[in-house]
């Protein structure tokens, strides 16, 4: 049977063409025991990085599809390297084929020299039927079940090649601004080709609509395709995923980089960012306590003076300023202004401090006024009264006495306020691109993976409940009553 051949084109540079035939092609490797051959046509080389192929020799990759020396002296060449198996198993080959890790999984891969193709030969008239005649006489090509062509960015020579010897276009179009344009351009080529190099089978078997994130630009970008594409449009849209880009880093496909086992990747994603989280919240309520704390008790025994007024100020602004607009703010003073700390990502203790900041704001503002108001309260009760009357120092009055009694409702608080805090750090994570569980959940709803949406959801449900538990048992602890009633 004869291969089919599929190419995956788009003008537009990074509309993830390379991805998705890497993507492909292990899918139908690996879950449906198809053996495939991927070309790439690209000068830029990546598919060979993106396989994790190694590219050995300058000179043994796709260009010699389109020289002559493939056409010509075929027995000369002898391909048959690969890095897995033994080559000596393989049968010497014309084409530059290198096997990947992946079984049945097969790759051309190209260089620089590629860009130069027509110079090369520039003699011939019309040099785009090249790769289509140098795959027509290869008996090897048999033995696969697709051919996949990764074409290159813009439209030239390599492009039309990439056409000619294609019977099926799939093309992936990311969800932006312009993502159209491209497209009636491509029908138009295909047209031009079809006519005029007589190829009447070649046809856009797809549109697959990619790097999707919620928006509403995204959204009407997508209708408009579904009007302009009813029959060629896919059923489901590829979102924007960062595991794809992690795992193209190392040289893996997505299937083994994420397997299929979901409930395991979902569980190891969220073991993996938990630990940011914590140390996140931690953080925000270690900035809470130490600013809520002095403030909340000078606010108290200063009641009415100016202390507590400025305590109090604070407060209506701690409460009031929202994260997303506080976190750029101390971003753009100390990590740019001034140059005292670094903006991005989780590591040493100066990492901490702006994220934890940003988030610990509110609570600290909110803290603080509940303790000046319970302490004033308590600092009013008879055996206050009673504690000074004996000649106890105001220093042991009020932190043995009084903060003790006063420490109820601001646990309470405490408690409740962990909820926010989760929620909080959803936004400051994706601020200070805080590698943590309230990202993981952004990425999550960005990518409609639902199930590693639920994980997260329940992880935080569930620390909320827990921490409310611990609340309560708390108060056991510091209100010797509780414990005993
Ligand atoms: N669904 C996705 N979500 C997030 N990132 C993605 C996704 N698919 C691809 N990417 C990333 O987008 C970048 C561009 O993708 P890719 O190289 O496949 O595009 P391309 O069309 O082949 O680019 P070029 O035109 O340069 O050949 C890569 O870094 C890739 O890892
Ligand atoms: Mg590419």
Redesign the pocket.
């Known amino acids: 049977m004869l291969a089919r051949r599929v190419a995956v084109i788009?003008e537009?540079?990074?509309?993830?063409?390379?991805?998705?035939?890497?993507t492909i092609g292990s899918y139908l490797a690996l879950h449906r025991g198809r053996r495939i051959l991927a070309i790439d046509m690209?000068p830029?080389g990546?598919l060979g990085k993106?396989l994790g192929v190694e590219t050995r020799s300058r000179l043994h990759s796709a260009i010699d599809l389109l020289l002559d020396s493939v056409l010509g002296d075929a027995s000369a060449l002898d391909y048959s390297y690969g890095n897995a198996g033994d080559p000596a198993s393989r049968p010497a080959s014309t084409l530059p084929i290198v096997t990947t890790r992946i079984p049945h999984f097969d790759v051309i891969t190209a260089n620089k020299s590629l860009g130069l193709f027509p110079i090369f030969d520039g003699d011939e008239a019309d040099p785009t039927g090249r790769l289509s005649r140098a795959l027509d006489s290869a008996p090897e090509l048999e033995t696969y079940d697709f051919i996949l062509f990764?074409a290159?960015?813009s439209f030239g020579p390599l492009t039309l090649n990439v056409l000619r010897a294609a019977t099926e276009i799939v093309v992936?179009v990311p969800l932006t601004y312009l993502a159209l344009d491209g497209c009636a351009e491509l029908v138009r080529t295909i047209a031009m080709v079809r006519e005029r190099y007589d190829h009447p089978n070649l046809h856009i078997a797809m549109i697959v609509p990619?790097?999707y994130r919620r928006t509403k630009l995204a959204n009407e970008i997508l209708e408009r395709l579904k009007q302009r594409f009813p029959k060629e449009i896919a059923h489901s849209v590829?979102?924007?995923?960062?595991?794809?880009?992690e795992?193209?880093?190392r040289g893996l496909s997505i299937f083994e980089y994420a397997p299929k086992d979901r409930a395991a990747s979902v569980m190891a994603e969220i073991a993996e960012r938990l630990p940011a989280t914590l140390e996140l919240m931690l953080g925000a309520m270690a900035v809470a306590f130490a600013i809520a704390l002095p403030l909340g008790v000078l606010a108290a025994l200063y009641h009415g003076r100016w202390i507590d007024y400025l305590a109090s100020g604070f407060a209506l602004l701690g409460v009031a300023i929202p994260n997303f607009w506080l976190g750029p703010l101390l971003i753009l003073l100390f990590a740019i202004q001034l140059d005292w700390l670094p903006v991005n990502e989780r590591g040493g203790l100066e990492h901490l401090v702006l994220p934890a900041i940003t988030l610990g704001t509110a609570l600290a503002a909110l803290l603080s006024r509940m303790i000046h108001t319970s302490l004033v309260e308590v600092l009013g009760e008879d055996y206050i009264r009673t504690a000074r009357a004996k000649g106890l120092p105001e220093r042991i009055v009020v932190a043995s006495h009084a903060m003790r009694n006063a420490a109820i409702p601001v646990i309470t608080v405490t408690g409740l306020q962990i909820g926010a805090l989760l929620s909080g750090a959803i936004i400051t994570e994706s601020i200070f691109d805080w590698p943590g569980l309230g990202s993981l959940l952004l990425e999550a709803i960005y990518?409609r993976n639902y199930a590693l949406v639920q994980g997260c959801v329940l992880v935080i449900a569930v620390s909320y409940i827990a921490v409310n538990l611990l609340a309560d048992l708390l108060y056991g602890w510091v209100d010797p009553r509780i414990r005993q009633a």
């Not at 590829?238 to 880009?245: L, N």
């Open positions: 788009n537009k540079g990074g509309s993830t063409k390379t991805t998705l035939v890497s690209d830029q990546q993106v990764d290159p960015p992936p990619t790097l590829i979102g924007y995923h960062v595991k794809i880009d795992a193209q880093s990518g």
